[in-house]
């Protein structure tokens, strides 16, 4: 068990609506990370946050934003959902920026029908 | 931004025998090169990891080499055994603004009995 956590495991829905995935860094880490890995594809880096302030962003779309809350839980928003938006959602965590690896939580796997 | 090429995208060894994994980066400033390994419709997780002032790192039958030089990495597994076939994901953190990591697109390992 990593210690980061991901809410729900599992989410189906249709094109067009809008879903929120939550995750909750392992104790103590001040870094979130939010990846998208489609079928057979690699980790996409969407976006990151540091302390609650955002530090980095990857290939998000429009469509999607992310923020940390003062209590370090991240949520991922997606809305406008298309079938491509489907793939498993990652987030990570780490204790700071620059020199900690990464620890990934379970995954949320989204299809959109 | 930082481009990671991984090869290659599948690799069949027989069982005992050592497999390498190359990886190579486009961002001379990257200092921070960690090793995955996922099994499927698992999270990734952190297997061996080597910063850019260490030329090579060893953990029992995993080892990475580092050539700042040529920008590339590599990760050696010896005396592979069945649970090893997984999918193996180099990646590389920029020293630059951007923390996230950006990962290589993944290595099929395959271990034959």
């Known amino acids: 068990d990593s210690g980061v956590t991901q809410t729900p495991k599992h989410l189906i829905t249709a094109t067009g609506q809008r879903v929120t995935l939550r995750c909750s860094p392992r104790?103590?880490?001040?870094?979130v990370y939010w990846y998208q890995q489609s079928l057979d594809q690699g980790l996409q880096f969407l976006i990151q946050?540091?302390?609650?302030?955002?530090?980095a962003k990857g290939n998000i779309l429009e469509r999607f934003s992310a923020q940390q809350f003062p209590d370090l839980h991240s949520e991922l928003n997606l809305s406008s959902l298309e079938l491509g938006d489907s793939a498993l959602y990652f987030c990570?965590?780490?204790?700071?920026?620059?020199?900690?690896?990464?620890?990934f939580g379970n995954g949320t796997r989204l299809t959109v029908t | 931004g930082e481009n990671v090429e991984q090869h290659p995208s599948t690799l069949s060894v027989q069982e005992g025998d050592s497999a390498v994994i190359k990886c190579t980066y486009s961002?001379?400033?990257?200092?921070?090169f960690p090793w995955y390994k996922q099994e499927l419709g698992k999270r990734p997780q952190l297997i061996i990891d080597?910063?850019?002032?260490?030329g090579e790192k060893k953990d029992q039958r995993i080892a990475v080499t580092l050539n700042k030089t040529a920008k590339h990495f590599s990760l050696h597994i010896t005396e592979t055994q069945p649970e090893d076939s997984a999918v193996y994901f180099c990646?590389?953190?920029?020293?630059?603004?951007?923390?996230?990591?950006?990962f290589g697109k993944g290595t099929h390992l395959i271990i034959q009995p």
């Open positions: 990570a965590s780490s204790l700071d920026r620059k020199n900690s690896p990464l620890h």
């Open positions: 104790s103590g880490d001040l870094s």
């Open positions: 946050y540091y302390n609650g302030e955002e530090r």
């Open positions: 961002d001379s400033a990257s200092n921070y």
């Open positions: 080597i910063r850019s002032n260490v």
């Open positions: 990646a590389a953190r920029s020293g630059g603004g951007a923390d996230g990591l950006t």
